[in-house]
């Protein structure tokens, strides 16, 4: 998932004028008279609010600045994340001096809180992926948490424990070939029949739209493993979303990886939730044969990484390219019987659980909802948004009324940076190369139940992804929110 699309080069890397004005070079535009007898002169705890103002907004115009050049066909501007992540890092420097000599620089003083709060949040959190490795040659932070991946690990391991069956050797060894998967699922079924209804699994095998499994076999096959309402403590449950890599139809590589996300919550407040996850591999002993199950996070080099980039709720809704069943040959076969009623009783599960509660990841600092509902939308924007698609102003009205994905998102799963601009994850990890987002609103299911034509829904994909970064203007909701603006209607929307 982390080749780079062959219509597309990363550009040369940006030097440090182009990651904007370093603080070499604003100390050097002049001193200001510092603020007390401890501040030197140059310190950017001397600088007055217009000039951090105009400091945070180069940065913003060089962190917005796509980095990836387009070849062949692919002319689509975007963001190279890791770049952005890196020019963060370089404005976080700067703020960090002023963290280091007070914790509450920035918050404190009503300008700066207001001026700065947002994109202070935004570069610190976008800077912890490109913190280098340390002497042992592991990445510290690639989760993009607050605390380094061993820490969180440590935390989360024991909300991470694998049921007995789901680890054991002859439920391993099943998973590890299509010609025995019936073996794992008739398991499955033998625990279901000692349990309460509310507590039996539920097993759903599926092909992924989006994203393949880490391991070498890259494959978009699934079996998710559902255990329901586990007690935890005395008064919470646990819910354990279990995901195997399986084989595609026809396919026998060895996949090895698996996925949880444990959601906790109390049983009488289902909304309030933490979830805990990890990526795992399977290890098989070239020896014994034997299987072992080791997590992502412990390894030198963790395939996954930052989490948070594609899962936006606790639990990514499911909506599958197919789902399978097992035919009397115990071959994987395309269920055309009851296709969709599962992921639909899931899916209402997983809006059930509330924003996604990471313990050490602000989710927030990654940007507001795509979509707001309070903001105007002129017929104006509209017909520039959608050049090119020859779109009807009798469409404009069902384009407008579908541009509130807030109203449901902001319940559950906000829907912010990278999945609401396109980035080069749309070519690593997505085998549409079109982003997630985008690809759900295409093919019509987002939002839920609409009647929009195709050309509706392109030209609606086309005026959320410009309202909320015009990547040649590098203006929209994103920029607004970066420089302490609302998300409320702008002049740029209102033209």
């Not at 959190?125 to 690990?153: C, F, N, R, S, T």
């Not at 269920?335 to 990471?358: D, Q, T, V």
Request: hydrophobic letters at 35%; charged letters at 20%; glycine letters at 6%.
């Amino acid at each position: 998932m982390h080749n780079t699309h062959p219509g597309v080069h990363i550009a040369a890397k940006c030097t440090a004028p182009a990651l904007g004005l370093s603080l070499v070079v604003l100390l050097a535009a002049g001193t200001i008279t510092p603020a007390s007898p401890n501040v030197r002169a140059d310190s950017p705890l001397a600088w007055p609010l217009e000039r951090w103002v105009g400091w945070r907004d180069e940065q913003i115009n060089h962190i917005l600045t796509s980095t990836l050049a387009p070849t062949g066909s692919d002319t689509r501007k975007m963001l190279a994340r890791k770049e952005v992540s890196r020019a963060s890092m370089h404005a976080y420097t700067v703020i960090q001096e002023c963290l280091k000599a007070d914790s509450s620089y920035f918050s404190k003083d009503a300008g700066r809180a207001r001026e700065l709060g947002n994109f202070v949040r935004f570069v610190k959190a976008q800077q912890w992926m490109v913190i280098p490795p340390g002497a042992a040659g592991k990445v510290p932070y690639g989760l993009g948490l607050e605390v380094p991946d061993e820490q969180y690990w440590n935390l989360a391991k024991p909300y991470l424990e694998f049921p007995e069956l789901l680890k054991s050797q002859r439920f391993l060894t099943a998973m590890a070939s299509p010609g025995t998967y019936r073996q794992a699922l008739e398991m499955i079924d033998s625990i279901n029949a000692n349990l309460p209804p509310e507590r039996k699994w539920i097993s759903l095998l599926f092909d992924a739209q989006f994203i393949t499994t880490v391991d070498d076999a890259h494959t978009y096959g699934r079996m998710l493993v559902m255990v329901p309402n586990e007690p935890v403590g005395n008064s919470e449950v646990a819910d354990r979303w279990i995901q195997f890599g399986i084989a595609d139809p026809g396919t026998y590589p060895e996949t090895r990886s698996v996925s949880m996300f444990t959601v906790v919550r109390n049983a009488e407040t289902p909304a309030k939730t933490t979830t805990y996850f990890s990526d795992f591999m399977r290890i098989r002993d070239k020896q014994t044969g034997k299987f072992s199950i080791r997590s992502n996070f412990t390894m030198l080099h963790d395939p996954s990484l930052n989490c948070y980039n594609c899962h936006k709720s606790s639990v990514l809704p499911i909506h599958p390219a197919r789902e399978y069943v097992l035919d009397s040959g115990g071959k994987l076969a395309e269920n055309r019987a009851n296709a969709g009623e599962l992921p639909a009783k899931l899916n209402n599960l997983i809006m059930g659980y509330g924003p996604p509660n990471y313990v050490y990841q602000d989710t927030f600092a990654y940007g507001p909802c795509l979509g707001p509902t309070n903001r105007y939308r002129s017929d104006a924007f509209l017909k520039s948004a959608t050049a090119g698609l020859d779109i009807s102003p009798t469409s404009y009205d069902r384009i407008r009324n579908a541009m509130h994905c807030s109203n449901c998102h902001n319940n559950f799963g906000v829907i912010n940076y990278p999945q609401a601009v396109p980035t080069d994850l749309d070519l690593k990890a997505f085998r549409t190369h079109r982003g997630m987002v985008q690809t759900l609103v295409e093919q019509g299911t987002m939002p839920p139940g609409n009647t929009l034509t195709a050309r509706e829904r392109q030209a609606l994909w086309r005026c959320l992804m410009s309202e909320y970064l015009n990547m040649d203007t590098k203006q929209g909701i994103l920029a607004d929110w970066l420089r302490g603006d609302s998300v409320s209607a702008s002049p740029a929307v209102r033209n």
